[in-house]
């Protein structure tokens, strides 16, 4: 345990990362909840643009990560882990799709004449409903860097979890409309099937991109410029944008070598117990066992 949690806690303690609170700042800063989603519902589409900065106190070697923060959002959450047709993302089809995408298995309200198939939904489900839709550029000394989205997803998603299927029906009503939409076919959407795979922790955190071979030295002032159209404001979640290098265990996590560290400290503790109590007989006196205690002598 020493032996990996060492290594481990170093590698993560090289990681570079840098954050900011994107939610209530700009236009936002100052508000109600309330106006807040008020500003998000008048812009369904276009959104609200306004730039922030980024302080990067250390240089930070490629490659650099853009990685996007939702707090108190829990998509680990039992209803919403369930909600989604796994058949239908791979085969196409399957309209209205199963009963676990209820109450999305259609655009809107309900059977919709208006649309094609009746206002079925592919993909259907609540995790597909609130696909996340704000987008980023980033701004280093004056010059925007191109963000790298090309292979973000996991290979087995693009090659083995979902097929060549065209989304129907997709977010398709602003009014109805829970994030974002994809007009790439599934097993091409890189962002959407980060999206799917869900977070296991709260917050949750998802990549974004990359910024490919640039190298930010310590001193500069990132700017970035938003596209905030994601609500989160009806249950005050927080949304963070984040720049970040890695490590060959990932990013910046003390909870892994921690544990380990913690464990062999224990372990050694009570090596150490068993030793004096038992080799030095320092807290318990052994007595000599007698041949007649043996119990076949009983």
């Known amino acids: 345990m020493l032996a990996l949690g060492v290594p481990i806690l170093v590698a993560s303690l ?20 309330q106006q807040q989603q008020q500003a998000l519902w008048s812009a369904p589409d276009a959104g609200i643009v306004y730039s922030f900065n980024i ?7 490629p490659p650099i990560y853009v990685v996007y923060e939702l707090g108190s959002f829990r998509q680990n959450y039992r209803r919403y ?8 993302m791979h085969d196409g089809g399957n309209l209205p799709g199963a009963s676990a995408c209820q109450p999305y298995q259609y655009e809107g309200d309900g059977v919709n004449s208006s649309l094609p ?16 839709n704000d987008s980023f550029t980033v701004l280093i000394n004056g010059n925007q860097e ?8 996991w290979p087995s998603d693009a090659n083995h979890l979902y097929g060549d299927v065209q989304a129907i029906n997709y977010n398709l009503l602003p009014t109805y409309r829970g994030g974002n939409t994809t007009f790439q076919p599934l097993n091409q959407a890189q962002h959407w099937m980060v999206w799917q795979r869900v977070g296991g922790q709260v917050p949750v955190q998802k990549l974004y991109g990359n910024l490919g071979n640039t190298r930010i030295p310590a001193g500069t002032n990132v700017t970035i410029t938003v596209n905030n ?4 404001y009806a249950f005050e979640g927080v949304k963070k944008f984040i720049l ?27 090596v150490i117990l068993f030793f004096v109590s038992y080799d030095l007989n320092f ?3 052994r007595q000599p066992g007698l041949e007649e205690d043996f119990s076949w002598n009983r």
Not at 55 to 60: A, G, I, P, R, S
Not at 81 to 88: E, G, L
Not at 117 to 132: E, R
Not at 246 to 267: D, Q
Request: one cysteine or more; proline letters at 3%; charged letters at 20%.
């Open 14 to 33: 090289r990681v570079k990362e840098y954050s900011a609170r994107y939610d209530n700042i700009g236009p936002f800063a100052g508000l109600s909840s």
């Open 55 to 61: 302080y990067v106190e250390e240089d930070m070697e």
């Open 81 to 88: 882990v369930r909600s989604y047709d796994a058949k239908q």
């Open 117 to 132: 198939y009746d206002g079925a939904v592919l993909p259907c489900g609540q995790i597909s409903h609130s696909y996340f």
């Open 146 to 153: 191109a963000i790298d989205d090309s292979s973000i997803a």
């Open 229 to 232: 159209r994601y609500n989160t």
């Open 244 to 270: 970040t290098t890695n490590s060959w265990v990932g990013g910046r996590n003390l909870m892994l070598p921690i544990t380990y560290l913690v464990v062999s400290g224990l372990s050694y503790f009570f």
């Open 283 to 285: 807290i318990w006196k």
